[in-house]
């Protein structure tokens, strides 16, 4: 499965004014992405905004995603939960025949104990389906760590990658240390990107990626060659871009910045509004730096 290697990126949702989808932009996004060298899509993560999609919106956003990209790059789906029945019932009944993988965030709110997450994702593997695993303990509460994650990939091979957004980087270096033959992690932190991928990950599964897919895709790609210097030289450029667009949230600041490059429109479903005056303007400042 090494066919996941280098930059994917999770894509945002775009909206129209009334916040019905805006399929338009998200053709657009996709072949900007796919044009200057993303190496993967990741449609309905976090950033694209799913939890306040309905089944039917993403159905839409699938079908409109696998038609535009054509299979031209590989695709992973997002599709997790707090409900392990519900999310092992999910990856059987989806039609996955146009994916690689789906990517599963660890269970959220319920907060489970390591043996709990290791259960949840036995249970899914037991689906034969492809699965990423993504360890996400910002958003979810719960860390998943590294001897779960280790103890998963030696018991299940259709857990083959994890997507780590640890805010520890030791995490990932203990992971990329011992982990068996076949299982990779993926950096799910935009700043950890390249330390990681010179660590021996596989790249990243990124949102500022989408922005600037031509900058990233080349500094992984660097990375993977040992061009450390001029990696290096790239990351630095993209470093305050990088925590502008989290300073108050995802995806509020890569909107931003794609509404800047005239791809998207700037709206957002609620709970999340769209970046502040404030921040919109650092955004827009870094970005005629960069």
Known sequence: MSILKGVGVALVTPFNEDLSVDFESLTKLVDYNIENGTNYLVV??????????????????????IKVNNKRVPLVLGIGG?????????????????????LSVSPYYNKPNQEGLYQHYKALASTGKNIIIYNVPSRTG??????????????????FLIKEAAPNILQYFDILRKKPEGFNLVSGDDEYTLPVTLAGGNGVISVIGQAYPKEFSTMVQLA????V?????????????????????????????????????NYLRLPLVPASEKLYAKIKAEMANI
């Open 44 to 65: 309905l993560g976090t950033t694209a905004e799913a939890a306040t999609l309905s089944a039917e919106e993403k159905k839409q956003v699938i079908e409109h995603i």
């Open 82 to 102: 707090n409900n392990t029945l519900e999310v092992k019932k999910q990856i059987e009944e989806a039609d996955l025949s146009e994916f690689e993988a789906v």
């Open 142 to 159: 719960q860390n998943i760590e590294a001897e779960t994650t280790l103890r998963l990939a030696k018991e299940f091979p259709n857990l």
């Open 224 to 227: 993977f060659d040992g061009k």
């Open 229 to 265: 210097k001029e990696a290096y030289e790239i990351h630095n450029k993209l470093v305050e871009i990088t925590r502008l667009i989290f300073a108050e949230g995802n995806p509020c600041g890569v909107k931003a910045v794609l509404t800047e490059k005239g791809i998207v429109k």
